[in-house]
Each structure stands twice: as structure tokens, then as C-alpha cells.
Nanobody, 122 residues
Framework: QVQLVESGGGLVQAGGSLRLSCAAS????????MGWFRQAPGKEREFVATISWSGGSTYYADSVKGRFTISRDNAKKMVYLQMNSLKPEDTAVYYC???????????????WGQGTQVTVSS
């Protein structure tokens, strides 16, 4: 079974950048789509980005499109979320996940990491 551990969160000023990392274990990592969700205080968890097993397809929430980039390295069993031009509204706990990515672009997470806190100050 795949296990996920996120890192790279922290405190950053608005306009700054952070790169989140997600280390995966398990023999079948490269066969899964991967994604990131986030949950801000008092809000529901929301989709951020997803990437296909090959890395050839990526999808983003409108709120982060053009600012965030998801990538993966199957040899290292790592998934990354590069976050640029951060805004205070990006403050949330960010969760890495494994899931199913459909041809429509719909993504269904099935396994979650513990999350990493990102705080953007104004």
C-alpha cells in the first residue's frame, strides 16, 4: 500500500514562493495519479492540482492556475507542488494524495497524507 508524507510547508510573505514535497512509499506509486488538496480554517477541503501517472497531464483549480505547478519524479517516488505569487487566501493545510484521474480531468483521491501547513502573511 502507498504511504504519503508531505513536507515543505511554512510561513511566507505574500508574493513569495514555497515548494511542497510528497514522498511516497510502495511498489505501485508510478501507476497512480497524484494530487494536492488544501483545507483552510473553517472551510471545506478543496482540490488544488492533479497529475497523471506519466506526468503528461496536469489539471489545476482556477484559483491557482498560472501560479502553482505540480510535477512528479517516479524514480524518486516524489510529487511536488511549486507555489509562486502566494496570496493570504492560499493559507491552508495542504494534503498530498493518490487517486484516479479520469479522461474528463475529474480526479478521485483514495489515499491521503497527513498534511503540511502553509501560512501566507499579508
Amino acid at each position: 500500500q502507498v504511504q504519503l508524507v508531505e513536507s515543505g510547508g511554512g510561513l511566507v510573505q505574500a508574493g513569495g514562493s514555497l515548494r511542497l514535497s510528497c514522498a511516497a512509499s510502495g511498489p505501485t506509486f508510478s501507476t497512480y495519479a497524484m494530487g494536492w488538496f488544501r483545507q483552510a480554517p473553517g472551510k471545506e477541503r478543496e482540490f488544488v492540482a492533479t497529475i497523471s501517472w506519466s506526468g503528461g497531464s496536469t489539471y489545476y483549480a482556477d484559483s491557482v492556475k498560472g501560479r502553482f505547478t505540480i510535477s512528479r519524479d517516479n524514480a524518486k517516488k516524489m510529487v511536488y507542488l511549486q507555489m509562486n505569487s502566494l496570496k493570504p487566501e492560499d493559507t491552508a493545510v495542504y494534503y498530498c494524495n493518490v487517486g484516479r484521474l479520469y479522461s474528463s480531468g475529474s480526479y478521485d483521491p483514495v489515499l491521503w497524507g497527513q498534511g503540511t501547513q502553509v501560512t501566507v502573511s499579508s
